[in-house]
């Protein structure tokens, strides 16, 4: 089976690519359209399946932009909490494949690293995407 590396949305966004003025913005689908285009521009994702999942409240008076990849090996998802949502995916898929989250969070890194899931820090996974 294809392993798995989750990425901390945000997390990964404040941690690597957005800095000044971008980060007034952070939450837009703008941003988060940023990510998934550096995600996309790794050079192998012959061999893992990416999910990038955002933080996103479920309040039903607000409309949301979904972003989307046109990478078949990546997929978007938003969560209540994505740090709750990671962690629950690591220890059911665990397991079955090898689980990798990229992430800067302290709290999130012993979490995943509690649950049987490896770790790679933002800037090590953005190194790879130049």
């Not at 949305?9 to 690597?16: R, S």
């Not at 820090?121 to 790879?128: D, E, G, I, V």
């Amino acid at each position: 089976m294809r392993s798995l590396l989750i990425i901390d949305g945000f997390n990964v966004l404040h941690a690597g690519i957005l800095t000044g003025r971008d980060r007034v913005n952070w939450w837009q689908a703008a941003m988060q359209r940023r990510l998934v285009e550096r995600v996309e521009s790794c050079t192998d994702t012959a061999d893992v399946d990416i999910w990038i999942v955002f933080d996103r409240c479920t309040d039903t008076h607000t409309e949301y932009e979904d972003v989307s990849s046109s990478d078949p090996h990546i997929s978007i998802f938003y969560a209540p909490s994505a740090d709750d949502w990671i962690v629950a995916q690591v220890g059911e898929l665990t397991n079955q494949r090898a689980v990798t989250v990229v992430t800067a969070d302290r709290l999130l890194r012993e979490r995943v690293r509690r649950a049987g899931g490896r770790l790679f820090s933002p800037m090590q996974f953005l190194a790879t995407c130049e």
